[in-house]
């Protein structure tokens, strides 16, 4: 009989939850889970997201991976509480939405960064919160970005490798700083739009009244305006840099379109509609190829 790989995920939230439940379901871990709420790991217990409860981190003495699945700006502090583990870990991962924020913080708690520790970050989630958000089918279909460090050892690469896959999803790898880069301009600033537009029209709005005639358009822009105001005040604060230079050229392009409307330029919003739409377009093809 094969010894199953132990994984302890801390936090046990959207992301970690499901990524517990997705790999305790492929029957390719034991997993425990730890969350700083102690009435949540019980709960992923009932919904069969964890196979051991973790009551407290210092308990905690062999595993094999230890997965942090909470907001950037605490994983220094679970990284103080884990370090006595670290040692005798194949694998030290994370799920952060920001890579160079995380891999400071790694490095400023254990002083080096250790050949167990792979940074990664799924490419899928969703709004919801929570342990009882848990979906195993989450991250199918979807990328799994790791970005390993020059010390990262290959087994930890291949270790994690497997049991991303064996949550359906195609893992990937860059850099920390092409990943931070990337992902400032696909999901950093399509969030922040969504956050500031749906916030100024709330504002305007008496009660709210407007939203009571928003129809498809605005459902879709604004959909990821629910999300998790703390996650996204960490991604926002510790990865500014490449946030503000894709905000800075978006309001350029933006200003752009405003004086083609003052001025009546048709052929200009013309022009920008339709490059705009044939992107749209292919990445629909993208999207529709990677269901098959
Ligand atoms: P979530 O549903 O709020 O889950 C985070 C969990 O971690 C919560 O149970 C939270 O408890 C717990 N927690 C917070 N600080 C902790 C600590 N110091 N020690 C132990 N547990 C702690 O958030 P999520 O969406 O899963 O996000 C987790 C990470 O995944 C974030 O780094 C985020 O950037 C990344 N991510 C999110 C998405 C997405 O779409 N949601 C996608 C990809 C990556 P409380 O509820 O008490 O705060």
């Not at 008496?206 to 629910?226: Q, V």
């Not at 978006?250 to 003052?262: G, T, W």
Request: proline residues 3%; hydrophobic residues 45%; aromatic residues 6%.
């Amino acid at each position: 009989m094969s010894v199953k790989t132990r994984v302890l995920v801390v936090g046990l939230g959207l992301i970690g939850a499901s990524f517990a439940k997705a790999i305790k379901q492929a029957g390719v871990a034991y997993v425990l889970g730890y969350d700083r709420d102690p009435a949540v790991p019980g709960l992923a217990i009932d919904t069969q997201v964890i196979d051991e409860a973790v009551a407290d981190l210092s308990s905690v003495t062999s595993v094999d991976v230890v997965v942090m699945a909470v907001p950037v700006m605490a994983i220094a502090g679970v990284v103080e509480q884990i370090r006595h583990l670290v040692a005798d870990l194949t694998v030290l991962t994370d799920v952060g939405s920001v890579k160079g924020e995380v891999v400071r913080s790694v490095a400023g708690v254990l002083g080096d960064l250790p050949a167990c520790f792979v940074p990664g970050h799924p490419i899928a989630g969703g709004e919801k919160s929570g342990v009882l958000a848990a979906e195993a089918d989450l991250f199918k279909h979807h990328m799994h970005i790791l970005t390993p460090l020059d010390n990262s050892s290959p087994a930890a690469v291949e270790l994690l490798t497997g049991l991303w896959t064996a949550c359906g999803a195609e893992v990937v790898a860059m850099t920390v700083q092409r990943h931070d880069e990337v992902l400032a301009a696909t999901s950093h600033l399509p969030h922040l739009l969504a956050f500031s537009l749906v916030d100024t029209l709330a504002r305007e709005s008496e009660n709210r009244e407007i939203f009571k005639y928003a129809a498809g358009g605005f459902r879709d822009f604004s959909r990821i305006a629910a999300s998790d105001p703390t996650m996204w005040h960490d991604i926002f604060l510790t990865n500014r840099d490449a946030t503000l230079s894709i905000l800075r050229r978006f309001q350029s392009d933006l200003s752009l379109l405003e004086q083609a409307i003052e001025h009546a330029d048709g052929d200009l919003l013309r022009t920008v509609f339709t490059r705009a739409k044939s992107a749209r377009d292919y990445f629909t093809e993208i999207l529709e190829s990677r269901q098959k």
